[in-house]
Each structure stands twice: as C-alpha cells, then as structure tokens.
C-alpha cells in the first residue's frame, strides 16, 4: 500500500510564499518522476511542474520563475517552493509520482488527496 500526502498549503496574500511537500510513504522501491499538478475552481487540471529521479525540471509558463520544485529520494519526498504568490495560483496542488514496488518491476501512478492554496489580493 502507498500513500502520497500533501502538506504546506493555506492562505497567503498576494506575494507571500508557501512551500508545500508530498511525502510518499508504504511499499516503495524507488521513485520516477513526480509531479505537481493543480486545478483551480472551474476549470481542468494543469501540469505546473515535472521533475524527473535525477531532478531535473520543468515548469508552465504561468510559474517560471515564481515556482521551484525538488526532491529528496532518500525521504522519498517532493517539494514546490511557490514564491512571489498571484491570486491567479489560488488552486487545489496535487502531487503526482510514479513508483515502483520492487527492483525490475512496474512502474505505478499515484496521486494525492492535493492540498488548498488560497492567494487573497
């Protein structure tokens, strides 16, 4: 079994910062990739920020520069540092990964539960 939980949100006003973590917990091998996605109220959900095993990362065009994701494998943990906050970002953040149970085996998707940023101007 495996978990992945989000922490680190909450309300903050337009340019403060929040530095929200995803700690996968359980049955792990290893991790790939993770992600950070989120879905704002109304609309779909959007990629913000891939990061690979061996950290390297990519970002949407709306956070570059604002946002900075990292991992510690050996916490099998993730993190999105989201400065220079814009109402705009007031979304649900989830986390993505995909792990492996056992050496050679298959890689599976997880999500977690997300957690709430609220941005207020």
């Known amino acids: 079994q495996v978990q992945l939980v989000e922490s680190g949100g909450g309300l903050v006003q337009a340019g403060g910062s929040l530095r929200l973590s995803c700690a996968a917990s359980?049955?792990?091998?290893?991790?790939?990739?993770m992600a950070w996605y989120r879905q704002a109220p109304g609309k779909q959900r959007e990629l913000v920020a891939p990061i690979t095993s061996a950290s390297r990362t990519n970002y949407a065009d709306s956070v570059k520069g604002r946002f900075t994701a990292s991992r510690d494998n050996a916490k099998n943990t993730g993190y999105l540092q989201m400065n220079s906050l814009r109402p705009e970002d007031t979304a649900v953040y989830y986390c993505?990964?995909?792990?492996?149970?056992?050496?050679?085996?298959?890689?599976?998707?997880?999500w977690g539960q997300g957690t709430q940023v609220t941005v207020s101007s």
């Open positions: 993505n990964a995909e792990i492996q149970y056992s050496s050679g085996g298959n890689y599976f998707n997880y």
């Open positions: 359980g049955s792990i091998f290893s991790i790939r990739a």
